[in-house]
Nanobody, 122 residues
Framework: QVQLVESGGGLVQAGGSLRLSCAAS????????MGWYRQAPGKQRELVAI???????NYADSVKGRFTISRDNAKKTVYLQMNSLKPEDTAVYYC????????????????WGQGTQVTVSS
């Protein structure tokens, strides 16, 4: 069984920084793209950043130049470094990993972390 565990959220003042981590565990054959999403109260979940298996990255316009996504394949972990945080970055952040479990051929499944709250005060 595959599981994602997130860490690193919290309360920070505007202009501050946080680093989120998301580690996968379980019977994993391979991991493809990894990403971070967020959902603010009353809003739909939106893509924040994504990193491919080849380490190409893509960011939402609202976070470009402030957030950096990275991955450590040996640790099955994706990170989100968030700098220059703004109150509008306040949301629950969810990680996503596209994983092929062991014994499942080449089928890729979406797995999600439990979510971590990021609150930025003004």
């Amino acid at each position: 069984q595959v599981q994602l565990v997130e860490s690193g959220g919290g309360l920070v003042q505007a202009g501050g920084s946080l680093r989120l981590s998301c580690a996968a565990s379980g019977n994993i054959f391979s991991i493809n793209a990894m990403g971070w999403y967020r959902q603010a109260p009353g809003k739909q979940r939106e893509l924040v950043a994504i990193i491919t298996s080849g380490s190409s990255t893509n960011y939402a316009d609202s976070v470009k130049g402030r957030f950096t996504i990275s991955r450590d394949n040996a640790k099955k972990t994706v990170y989100l470094q968030m700098n220059s945080l703004k109150p509008e970055d306040t949301a629950v952040y969810y990680c996503n990993q596209k994983i092929t479990p062991q014994g499942m051929g080449f089928m890729i499944r979406d797995y999600w972390g439990q979510g971590t709250q990021v609150t930025v005060s003004s």
